[in-house]
């Protein structure tokens, strides 16, 4: 089976910076996404790491260590807007060979002022 | 524009009675899914299809069946077998041009009395 660990809440202030860890048990990983979840709302996605290393899409920034099992996602100059769920996700292959995500529980993330 | 339709919003029903939940895509995409979501719980798959005509069962699918007739229609049967159907369901698709990147509809939030 697989699993995933990432923490439940997460508090910062406006402007700063937040590092929402992730660490992943699997077998026939491809990568590594994230997602974003405003209350009420749907997963609107954010990144995808297949290989090790960081990639960055403006304010965030998604890092993966496929030796370590273990990825990151980094917010910078948090925004009140950012205030939200945030979901890894790994890219495996089910039983039947296709591929699919398996999510994390999620991470609450509350911005303040 | 493209995108994931799902109907209706919310949905109220009383125990023991089958609901169809419908998903709607003009994005094109051959992948779609299925994922079910608890309060302060990350998604769970519950079936997923990659072309038409052909499904399988992801990690709850009991309790579920589906159809997939057409490119553009996945729609999700929550039976009376299934033991507690009150959640809100998201439909997603992908289109293989970036391996973890779904797209989700807006999700039904079904409510059995």
């Known amino acids: 089976g697989q699993s995933l660990e990432q923490p439940s809440e997460v508090t910062a202030v406006e402007g700063a910076i937040v590092q929402i860890n992730c660490t992943y048990q699997?077998?026939?990983?491809?990568?590594l996404s994230w997602y974003q979840q405003h209350d009420g709302g749907a997963p609107t996605f954010l990144s995808y790491?297949?290989?090790?290393g960081l990639e960055e899409t403006g304010r965030f920034s998604s890092f993966l260590s496929r030796s370590d099992s273990y990825g990151y996602l980094l917010l910078q100059e948090l925004q009140m807007k950012d205030s939200a769920s945030y979901f890894c996700?790994?890219?495996?292959?089910?039983?039947?060979?296709?591929?699919?995500?398996?999510f994390g529980s999620g991470t609450r993330l509350q911005v303040q002022p | 524009d493209g995108g994931i339709t799902q109907s209706p919003k919310y949905l109220f029903r009383k125990e023991g009675q089958n609901v169809t939940l419908s998903c709607e895509q003009n994005?094109?995409?051959?992948?779609m899914y299925w994922y079910r979501q608890d309060p302060g719980q990350g998604l769970r798959l519950i079936y997923y299809?990659?072309?038409?005509?052909?499904?399988q069962k992801g990690d709850i699918a009991e309790g579920y069946s589906v159809s997939r007739e057409k490119k553009e229609s996945f729609p999700l049967t929550v039976t009376s077998a299934q033991k507690n159907p009150t959640a809100f369901y998201l439909c997603a698709s992908n289109g293989g041009s970036r391996d973890g990147e779904q797209f989700f509809g807006p999700g039904t939030r079904l409510t059995v009395l």
């Open positions: 994005l094109n995409h051959d992948a």
């Open positions: 299809s990659q072309i038409v005509n052909d499904f």
């Open positions: 790491n297949a290989l090790d």
């Open positions: 996700a790994v890219r495996i292959a089910m039983d039947t060979g296709r591929r699919a995500l398996t």
């Open positions: 699997t077998s026939g990983f491809y990568g």
